[in-house]
């Protein structure tokens, strides 16, 4: 029983999500494309948004593409470069460590932020707020493996997750059996960031897709122009 669970779970379930992410994603785009957006609510308690929202930014940035190049890199690679398995495993801890507590530090004050401010609330949706408990979760369960991996500084137990990553991509029909002996951290790490995968196309993370990246060579200023005004009737006298 346990064998078919892991196999659904770490198998069959990073599929399923990978499906429902595109074709949830394209579908959304195509059909409902006014709802591409974050929901901004930057006007109402804005100073606690700019400090959570950038630590959060900045923090999920770098642990993203730290896990994007730390599990689909070829093993080979680091091989070639000469970088052991255990410096790897240390620079992973550091890094993401740091980069782990800025974006739960940033998400603790979003999440105060949305549940406990009565304006913010009132004009969040549900799955606003689910979304971003679940990446708090997410991210403290992140944080929650740190403890596991210093007890594997030879860094084959990262291995283990390269090998399940780019097995998953490589259809390679034994890429569940290389985590069946994970922590169990390690295996709730993994199955609520392909939940969330499944949610991506239902929720505000879209806006990812469409960065606005000519944000950061704009103006600092908007320009807004005043609203014409119609002129007022003059009356003419009689005769």
Do not use: C
């Amino acid at each position: 029983m346990s064998e078919f669970l892991n196999t659904l779970l770490f198998g069959i379930y990073p599929y399923i999500a990978l499906v429902v992410m595109i074709v949830g994603t394209i579908v959304r785009y195509d059909r409902d494309p006014y709802t591409w957006r974050s929901g901004s609510s930057q006007l109402l308690r804005r100073k606690q948004l700019i400090w959570g929202s950038v630590l959060f930014h900045v923090g999920v940035l770098i642990v993203f593409f730290g896990h994007l190049i730390g599990l689909l890199t070829p093993i080979a690679f680091f091989d070639m470069l000469g970088i052991s398995h255990g410096a790897k495993q240390v620079l992973a801890i550091v890094v993401g460590g740091i980069a782990g507590v800025m974006a739960i530090v940033g998400a603790t004050l979003l999440v105060h932020r949305r549940l406990f401010d009565a304006r913010v609330r009132a004009a969040s949706s549900m799955t606003d707020t689910l979304i971003i408990i679940l990446l708090w979760l997410q991210l403290l369960l992140g944080l929650l493996t740190i403890p596991v991996s210093m007890q594997h500084l030879d860094g084959h137990e990262m291995v283990k997750f390269m090998n399940w990553a780019q097995g998953i991509f490589t259809f390679d029909t034994a890429a569940a059996g290389y985590v069946a002996g994970a922590a169990a951290v390690f295996k709730l790490h993994l199955f609520l960031g392909l939940t969330i995968m499944v949610l991506f196309p239902f929720t505000r993370l879209v806006h990812m897709l469409s960065a606005p990246v000519q944000y950061l060579w704009r103006p600092g200023y908007q320009v807004v122009r005043e609203r014409n005004k119609r002129p007022t009737p003059t009356r003419l006298p009689a005769g």
